[in-house]
T-cell receptor, first 108, second 114 residues
Framework: RKEVEQDPGPFNVPEGATVAFNCTYS??????FFWYRQDCRKEPKLLMS???SGNEDGRFTAQLNRASQYISLLIRDSKLSDSATYLC?????????FGKGTHLIIQP | DTGVSQNPRHKITKRGQNVTFRCDPI?????LYWYRQTLGQGPEFLTY????????KSRLLSDRFSAERPKGSFSTLEIQRTEQGDSAMYLC????????????FGPGTRLTVL
């Protein structure tokens, strides 16, 4: 079983809709989690960290459920510019473990 | 530009040749990481340094791969006797040490082995 698993999609979503992704992880000792965004042929960029209490940044909300070992990302009022691949990431002392990413396409 | 930089951005080489990539991290960051990414996959961890010490190496890092960070600033990644399977994007990231490991990535070096 892969350490971090995501549905690769693609998710085709109309502009303005709300979309949610989940990601599961296998290492229960994992302490830190992130969502990174990656545009086509570009480097990953940190979108937000995920804390146990959950956190919100504008239209984006991230949640961590340690009991079920999953992380979620909610995007409200989606924009065309949100089209990208969203990478679920586990942080550890040795670096980051990435999921394969979920491809999101926002359609006009 | 105070972000992570990588050179070259693209490298095309013939199978069997050696290649070397360079990464310059954000200057205040003392951790430096190398990742490899192939199409449709997330980045895969290769190795990381804290200052000049190489603290972790993935099993993905075969004997043909070597990384250095001699003065704790820039780092180089060398691949000897390249194979077609080495074709990938090689990403460098840097961070402060800390519980949350928020890493900042460079633009990557895209390697094509013919």
């Amino acid at each position: 079983r892969k350490e971090v698993e995501q549905d690769p999609g693609p998710f085709n979503v109309p502009e303005g809709a709300t979309v949610a992704f989940n990601c599961t992880y296998s290492n229960s000792a994992s302490q830190s989690f992130f969502w990174y965004r990656q545009d086509c042929r570009k480097e990953p960029k940190l979108l937000m960290s995920v804390y146990s209490s959950g956190n919100e940044d504008g239209r984006f909300t991230a949640q961590l459920n340690r009991a079920s070992q999953y992380i979620s990302l909610l995007i409200r009022d989606s924009k065309l510019s949100d089209s990208a691949t969203y990478l679920c990431v586990r942080g550890g002392a040795d670096g980051l473990t990435f999921g394969k990413g979920t491809h999101l396409i926002i359609q006009p | 530009d105070t972000g992570v930089s990588q050179n070259p951005r693209h490298k095309i080489t013939k199978r069997g040749q050696n290649v070397t990539f360079r990464c310059d991290p954000i200057s205040e960051h003392n951790r430096l990481y190398w990742y490899r990414q192939t199409l449709g996959q997330g980045p895969e961890f290769l190795t990381y340094f804290q200052n000049e010490a190489q603290l972790e190496k993935s099993r993905l890092l075969s004997d043909r791969f070597s990384a250095e960070r001699p003065k704790g600033s820039f780092s180089t990644l060398e691949i000897q006797r390249t194979e077609q399977g080495d074709s990938a994007m090689y990403l460098c990231a840097s961070s402060f040490p800390g519980a949350h490991n928020e890493q900042f990535f460079g633009p990557g070096t895209r390697l094509t082995v013919l």
